[in-house]
């Protein structure tokens, strides 16, 4: 089995697992176009649960679909069954296998209606730059799904699975969309700070020269009060290990532990110059042994553990 190395994989060997067991009925092209359109509707409409007739609708048939959970809700002094996807992350991957599947045309439409709402969606999200409010990422997982999918190893491992030939289709869709995202990601940079998103995008896409050549017009990458997840480290962590260029990292307010800082390690060395905060720190000997690689110039603030006095060292280099 091929190495699951994005968000995107795990949720396509997850489908291509459960289409083994596909009833053939029904074509399986046919079933992922029908709970795209499903999935894209309950998207477009904040819907996570469906009555029989817009399912009915699509040609599904959900009493054998396993992709979709049966439940029940009570209207007008009854019971009425209801319909959901086995979670709603799976609403959001469906959606973006429907753009992918879509014709040339409606594919580009689609794709341009979720960047129209990225961009409307961040405006309105961005916080005002005299705040210290939290920077937040208010964009449909989709685009991350859709990134992945067009990932050739993914997308070609599951298209074989389902016997679904269209290799020169998806390549014009991947070339395409390689424009779209080299635009999307200069705006989530400069003009709306969401650079973290353009990350995720980044590494769902796994394509290391593609990420050298978005990132390379600047030799700084600064992260300023953004929350940092374990998740989002290991993105962070992929993208500086395909760009040896980058010099600056603004890690502060991050909500960093030692733990995430052991995730960044291999590529902290490749930064002549960092600011980082790191929370609760109850051992020194971890930051000491995860900074311990070479000289740099470097501003920390450190907490220790639950206490309120702040330490704030600058060095010139490793502690």
Not at 186 to 210: N, P, S, T, W
Request: proline residues 3%; contains cysteine.
């Amino acid at each position: 089995m091929r190495e699951l190395k994005t968000t995107t994989s795990i949720y396509v060997h997850f489908v291509s697992t459960l289409l083994e067991h596909h009833d053939q009925s029904q074509s399986v092209l046919t079933m992922l176009r029908s709970l795209g359109q499903l999935a894209e509707r309950g998207i477009q409409n904040q819907q996570v649960f469906f009555d029989e007739k817009p399912v009915a609708e699509t040609g599904l048939d959900a009493s054998i679909c396993l992709f979709l959970y049966k439940g029940s809700s009570k209207r007008k002094e009854k019971q009425v069954p209801v319909f959901k996807f086995i979670h709603f992350s799976f609403q959001e991957f469906f959606t973006a296998l429907y753009y992918i599947l879509l014709d040339e045309k409606e594919h580009s439409l689609k794709v341009s209606e979720l960047f129209e709402l990225m961009e409307w969606e961040a405006i309105i999200d961005k916080p005002s730059p005299d705040l210290k409010e939290r920077r937040s990422i208010p964009i449909p997982p989709v685009i991350l799904f859709l990134y992945g999918l067009l990932n050739e190893e993914v997308s070609s491992s599951f298209l074989e699975k389902i016997e679904l030939t269209v290799p020169h289709t998806i390549k014009l869709k991947k070339k395409e969309m390689r424009k779209t995202l080299k635009r999307a990601i200069v705006l989530m940079i400069q003009q709306y700070g969401i650079e973290l998103f353009a990350l995720h995008c980044l590494r769902e896409l796994q394509d290391k020269r593609f990420v050298r050549k978005i990132l390379k017009v600047d030799k700084s990458m600064d992260l300023y009060n953004v929350s940092l997840r374990s998740t989002d480290c290991w993105v962070l962590l992929y993208c500086l290990q395909c760009c040896p260029h980058i010099r600056y990292l603004n890690l502060m307010d991050c909500d960093l532990t030692a733990e995430k800082l052991k995730i960044l390690q291999p590529a902290l060395c490749m930064c002549e110059n960092m600011r980082l905060t790191v929370d609760y720190l109850y051992n020194v000997g971890d930051l000491i042994q995860i900074l311990e690689f070479k000289r740099m110039n470097t501003v920390l603030r450190v907490s220790y553990g639950h206490l309120t006095c702040q330490s704030h060292m600058k060095m010139s280099c490793c502690l």
